[in-house]
């Protein structure tokens, strides 16, 4: 487990300060140098997060880039979000939550069927979020590629096991990011009820941007 | 350690090393690929032809079978909760689902440039250009980029979440089948694995097999690996209904 890292930015001060509900999508620009936090206001809240390059969108969040930049699949301060095209889109500069994935991928309607009951088609899905966050920007399906879940737990094991375990986020607990370049970030409020990655019970996660 | 029934082989073909490939998989064939020499590396992208906004979708694929490897009985699917190929036989044990592909800038790196004009088709490629290049060739682009599987290559995660790279994984003969549940667009290349640390450029080039296999039957080996996989496999043939 890395170790925690506070921020000493005042929430009063920030630009920009709002509350995404479970189930619901918010996409944002962020300009480059201001800072960005995403806060589990409940705790076990899955923020499942896309960034893309303003500038070009199809220079977007690499999951396996980022991996590869830093060696290490979990992500935490010091780790700098990669794009397809080699590029830095963000930098993580604090974590009081420790460890973050981005290997689980997102919930869709379809894997449900897949992994839990093939009635559950019509439960609720981050992919469906993203779908109707990502078209208020322009983009779309091809635009969609693996995302980071921020506070959730999705440990690997040397022998090659994948599972999805309780939570290691609480309330209050955040990640906070520094925009290298101007970015567009889509988040997905998840809305899972069927694994432990929002305790079974989605609630609400803030955004802050500082100037 | 099967032979294949010579008179079910639709065709043979060798992938020399660093080079592209790809075909359209039906439904009903296996690809076998052999790594004559051992050590080899093969990136792989899934897409399905028909849909090709469908595509390989590896979290999903590890998530639903709760592994990081993928070896016999494993199912590759799509975002659409369908398979593209499922895992009927490997000989090598352990393919790579999360380092995903070199680029020109990793390969430049740890081997300095090498190019056409001077060293002819022995020059130094990058499974990136190369997946963006053969996507070219189906009308796709960069957005239609994905997570690959490294077949033949071995990474493992330590307690802190560090990447391994294990040489030496695949001897030579290994060969892993690929057997299509859909019209599978396979998209591949004999690229280095990003994190190999050989202290030479040594692609490696693999024989492919396409050969007729029957249907999978009610006790098939995957579609019962895992409780997953056989609603996986309820899901893709409804879509052929």
């Not at chain 1, 999508?25 to 480059?32: D, E, G, S």
């Not at chain 2, 032979?3 to 296996?30: C, M, Q, Y």
């Not at chain 2, 390969?107 to 002819?120: D, H, M, S, W």
């Not at chain 2, 490629?125 to 682009?141: C, I, P, Q």
């Amino acid at each position: 487990m890395s170790t925690l890292t506070e921020s000493t930015l005042d929430p009063a001060k920030a630009a920009c300060d709002f509350t995404i509900l479970a189930g619901e999508p918010w996409i944002h620009v962020i300009k480059m140098g201001q800072a960005f936090r995403i806060e589990d206001l409940e705790g076990n809240q899955a923020a499942d997060t896309l960034f893309f390059n303003a500038a070009d969108p199809v220079d977007r969040y690499s999951a396996h880039d980022t991996i590869m930049e830093q060696g290490a699949i979990y992500l935490t301060t010091g780790t700098k979000l990669m794009s397809t095209r080699g590029n830095v889109l963000l930098t993580i500069t604090a974590d009081t939550c420790g460890r973050h994935d981005t290997l689980g991928g997102a919930c869709a309607c379809e894997s449900n069927m897949v992994r839990y009951a093939i009635e559950n088609r019509s439960m609720h899905a981050c992919r469906d979020t993203f779908l109707l966050g990502a078209r208020q920007m322009g983009l779309g399906k091809r635009d969609l590629a693996h995302n980071i879940n921020f506070f959730m737990n999705v440990p690997v094991t040397p022998d090659g096991g994948l599972t999805f375990a309780d939570g290691i986020s609480a309330a209050g607990r955040y990640v906070e990011m520094r925009a290298e370049m101007d970015v567009i970030a889509l988040i997905s409020n998840c809305p899972q009820l069927n694994n432990p990655c929002n305790g079974y019970n989605p609630t609400p996660v803030r955004v802050l941007i500082w100037n | 350690m099967s032979a294949i029934d010579p008179s079910l082989i639709r065709f043979e073909e060798t992938v020399s090393a660093g080079a592209n490939w790809s075909h359209v998989l039906k439904r009903g064939s296996t690809l076998r690929i052999t790594d004559t020499e051992g050590g080899a590396n093969v990136a792989a992208l899934l897409y399905n032809f028909e849909l090709l906004s469908e595509r390989l979708n590896v979290p999903d694929t590890l998530k639903c079978q709760h592994t990081a490897r993928l070896t016999k009985g494993h199912c590759l699917y799509t975002d659409m909760g369908r398979i593209l190929v499922s895992i009927t036989d490997d000989t090598c044990g352990w393919h790579d689902p999360l380092g995903g592909w070199s680029t020109a800038k990793i390969v430049e790196a740890k081997y300095g440039v090498k190019n056409y004009q001077t060293a002819r088709n022995d020059w130094h490629r990058n499974a990136h250009d190369n997946f963006v290049t053969e996507l070219g060739k189906y009308g796709m682009d960069e957005r239609d980029l994905a997570m690959n599987v490294n077949f033949f290559s071995k990474v493992t995660v330590d307690d802190a979440g560090r990447l391994i790279f294990r040489p030496g994984n695949s001897k030579a003969g290994a060969f892993v089948d690929l057997r299509s549940e859909m019209n599978t667009l396979v998209i591949l290349n004999t690229c280095i694995h990003p994190l190999d640390r050989a202290p030479t450029y040594a692609p490696k080039p693999v024989k492919l097999a396409i050969y007729t296999s029957p249907p999978p039957a009610a006790d098939d080996y995957c579609r019962n690996f895992r409780a997953e996989n056989q609603r996986g496999f309820i899901l893709t043939e409804r879509y052929f209904l």
